[in-house]
């Protein structure tokens, strides 16, 4: 049983006979000597997709529900179903739109490092990989005397997905992406 203050995105814990996956954590720290460190937490119900937010204490004990992890990689979309491959047993897992939404920027049809969630045979969410490669599609022009760490300006990918990047990168450039930060890592060139 992990305390509160080891959960983690993508986390699947049970409360009151419900499976809630982790979304977001929001970690408090009160300035008052011994007061505990609060944790609030927005949970996506597994078999409603309904919305729920819990506040912890760090030393909360919660009930871990066993995740099974499958390499997969994305298939097809169709409409607003996207259809996943599993590359062990080619099995198909589709996962609905709202589902993946803030997944959603990322997913390109050559992402690698694709894996989907399940608790006892129900697929409960998609996990992207830490990092991804991705094509700027859309910035502004590199500048000549632009320095490595000085300024940022906002790029935009095929996806929609648009983020700062350093003023030296250009259109065209394929960098690396934190998914779960959304921040420029470097190029990836």
Known sequence: MPKAS??????????QGNWLLTKEIEVHSPSARGAATLYKVRFSNVKTGLKQEESFKGDDMLSAVQLERRQVSLSYIDADD???????DFSQHI????????QLPFLTDDIQGLQILMVEGQVVALELPQTVEMVITETSPAMKA???????KPATFGT???IQVP??????????IHTGERRFMGRAD
Do not use: H, N, P, W
């Open 6 to 15: 080891d959960l983690k995105r993508g986390d699947v814990i049970e409360i």
């Open 146 to 152: 632009a320095s490595a760490s000085a300024r940022t």
């Open 82 to 88: 996207y259809v996943f491959m599993d590359d062990e």
């Open 95 to 102: 996962l609905k739109q709202a589902e993946l939404e803030d």
């Open 160 to 162: 929609g997905l648009t």
């Open 167 to 176: 003023e030296y990168v250009e259109e065209g450039s394929r960098v690396r």
